[in-house]
């Protein structure tokens, strides 16, 4: 069962392995005893200010001082272009299945950028790595910039869990 809790203390290594929140400055996640192994992002929720900020590999923590946010990965599109690291570890981003991702798309007119939450529907019971299943993150990467013209976006979550309500 996954279970959302409150990280505090020696555990508090922000549940990247499986992602994070942020809200209000008190930081949720899941297993966050466990530590983080891929290239996570995190969407910084501030107003005009928000943006994806790209993590390291390893590097678990974000700025104290950011009191909203969301936190998942890999990383799919930086300054408008694809950016999915072939050399990621999480092999999520060879796996042909559905996926969700968070993208951000400007608008000059306006000043700002419009937040756009993405699925792609996928996994028809085929072999997750079989091409005619579903979509890998470089190809949702190129729809996300080709068709949807976002300058920055990160994963949220692929294979049989991709939900968006």
């Given at each position: 069962?996954?279970?959302?809790?409150?990280?505090?203390?020696?555990?508090?290594?922000?549940?990247?392995?499986?992602?994070f929140?942020?809200?209000?400055?008190?930081?949720?996640?899941?297993?966050?005893?466990?530590?983080?192994?891929?290239?996570?992002?995190?969407?910084?929720?501030?107003?005009?200010?928000?943006?994806?900020?790209?993590?390291?590999?390893?590097?678990?923590?974000?700025?104290?001082?950011?009191?909203?946010?969301?936190?998942?990965?890999?990383?799919?599109?930086?300054?408008?272009?694809?950016?999915?690291?072939?050399?990621?570890?999480?092999?999520?981003?060879?796996?042909h299945?559905?996926?969700?991702?968070?993208?951000?798309?400007?608008?000059?007119?306006?000043?700002?950028?419009?937040?756009?939450?993405?699925?792609?529907?996928?996994?028809?019971?085929?072999?997750?790595?079989?091409?005619?299943?579903?979509?890998?993150?470089?190809?949702?990467?190129?729809?996300?910039?080709?068709?949807?013209?976002?300058?920055?976006?990160?994963?949220?979550?692929?294979?049989?869990?991709?939900?968006?309500?």
């Open positions: 069962a996954f279970a959302t809790q409150i990280c505090t203390g020696a555990s508090l290594n922000y549940g990247v392995s499986d992602s929140s942020r809200i209000n400055g008190t930081t949720y996640g899941c297993n966050c005893d466990m530590p983080g192994y891929s290239m996570p992002c995190t969407f910084v929720i501030n107003g005009t200010g928000s943006r994806i900020v790209k993590l390291a590999r390893g590097e678990n923590l974000v700025d104290p001082a950011v009191q909203n946010c969301i936190s998942a990965g890999p990383n799919l599109v930086t300054s408008g272009r694809p950016a999915v690291d072939p050399k990621d570890d999480n092999l999520n981003v060879y796996e299945s559905a996926n969700t991702a968070l993208g951000l798309r400007s608008d000059p007119a306006a000043g700002s950028y419009h937040a756009l939450l993405v699925t792609a529907d996928g996994h028809d019971g085929g072999n997750i790595f079989e091409p005619l299943s579903g979509i890998i993150a470089r190809q949702f990467a190129d729809f996300l910039v080709n068709q949807l013209h976002v300058t920055s976006a990160m994963g949220m979550d692929q294979g049989g869990s991709t939900t968006m309500y």
